[in-house]
């Protein structure tokens, strides 16, 4: 069963007096348990793209629905509501609040749920382990790697567990054995915890680690390809 359904989906920007059409008459299905990398020279649209599945922005036209829900007739605050839900988010910048330590950080999408304070800090160390760092909860992000910044930042996407997991550049401000380590961590979310990831990537040796890539050019899908590691 598709996760994620994308028909003829058009996204455009007004610039000036001229309209830029980015992405034009898209079609996607990503099956639940998927890992897609999305691939393309810059400008392609594969941001764009990511962040229309990802609930971040709207389409111009044509349709996305996610786990049987339209997402493209939302208004912006049922979508806000939605992504919270249902969308865990992985960007090249790791994005952690500098004065609070890993476990707090982990802990942040929580706090707009019902939980309590002691279970909100049961599944921020729960999603903690599951990224290899139980050790370094009291730590923070100045205190720590890019590479584990990187494995908190993962930690607070998952602690909700959501649906969806949107990776954008994941490894693009690490170090080739962090990198890896990140990816390698993606693959087990993936494999071994059923999540559905779509990663925007320029690395081919990070593509490899998806399931398959799919490629974006000029706002049009040209190719999709299983991986190689798979």
Same mark, same amino acid.
């Given at each position: 069963m598709s996760l994620v359904s994308i028909r003829n989906l058009t996204k455009s920007y007004q610039r000036g007096p001229e309209t830029v059409e980015v992405l034009h008459g898209i079609d996607l299905e990503i099956p639940e348990g998927d890992f897609v990398a999305l691939m393309g020279p810059s400008g392609s649209g594969k941001t764009t793209l990511l962040n229309l599945i990802g609930g971040l922005d709207s389409?111009?036209?044509?349709?996305?629905?996610?786990?049987?829900? $339209?997402?493209?007739?939302?208004?912006?605050?049922? %979508?806000?509501?939605?992504?919270?839900?249902? *969308?865990? /988010?992985? /960007?090249? /910048?790791?994005? %952690?609040?500098? +004065? #609070?330590?890993?476990?707090?950080? *982990?802990? %942040?999408? &929580? !706090?707009? +749920? $019902? &939980?309590?304070?002691?279970? $909100?800090?049961?599944?921020?160390?729960?999603?903690?382990? !599951?990224?290899? #760092?139980?050790? $370094?909860?009291?730590?923070?992000?100045?205190?720590?790697?890019g590479g584990q910044q990187q494995r908190v930042a993962i930690a607070r996407a998952i602690v909700s567990d959501p649906t969806l997991l949107i990776c954008d550049e994941?490894?693009?401000? #690490?170090?080739?054995?962090?990198?890896?380590?990140? #990816?390698? %961590?993606?693959?087990?979310?993936?494999?071994?915890?059923?999540? +559905?990831? *779509?990663?925007?990537?320029?690395?081919?040796?990070?593509?490899d680690h998806a399931r398959r890539t799919i490629h974006l050019d000029k706002g049009t899908l040209v190719e999709s390809e299983l991986a190689a590691a798979h």
């Amino acid at each position: 069963m598709s996760l994620v359904s994308i028909r003829n989906l058009t996204k455009s920007y007004q610039r000036g007096p001229e309209t830029v059409e980015v992405l034009h008459g898209i079609d996607l299905e990503i099956p639940e348990g998927d890992f897609v990398a999305l691939m393309g020279p810059s400008g392609s649209g594969k941001t764009t793209l990511l962040n229309l599945i990802g609930g971040l922005d709207s389409p111009s036209g044509g349709e996305i629905e996610i786990n049987g829900q $339209r997402i493209d007739t939302m208004s912006a605050g049922q %979508l806000s509501n939605w992504r919270s839900d249902h *969308v865990g /988010f992985v /960007f090249q /910048f790791y994005n %952690l609040m500098p +004065t #609070l330590n890993a476990q707090k950080n *982990v802990e %942040l999408p &929580l !706090l707009l +749920t $019902r &939980l309590s304070a002691a279970q $909100r800090r049961r599944n921020a160390e729960i999603a903690l382990k !599951l990224v290899g #760092l139980e050790e $370094r909860g009291r730590h923070r992000p100045n205190e720590l790697s890019g590479g584990q910044q990187q494995r908190v930042a993962i930690a607070r996407a998952i602690v909700s567990d959501p649906t969806l997991l949107i990776c954008d550049e994941p490894t693009g401000d #690490l170090d080739r054995q962090s990198a890896e380590e990140i #990816l390698a %961590l993606l693959q087990s979310l993936n494999r071994d915890h059923g999540k +559905t990831i *779509v990663m925007v990537t320029h690395d081919p040796k990070a593509a490899d680690h998806a399931r398959r890539t799919i490629h974006l050019d000029k706002g049009t899908l040209v190719e999709s390809e299983l991986a190689a590691a798979h």
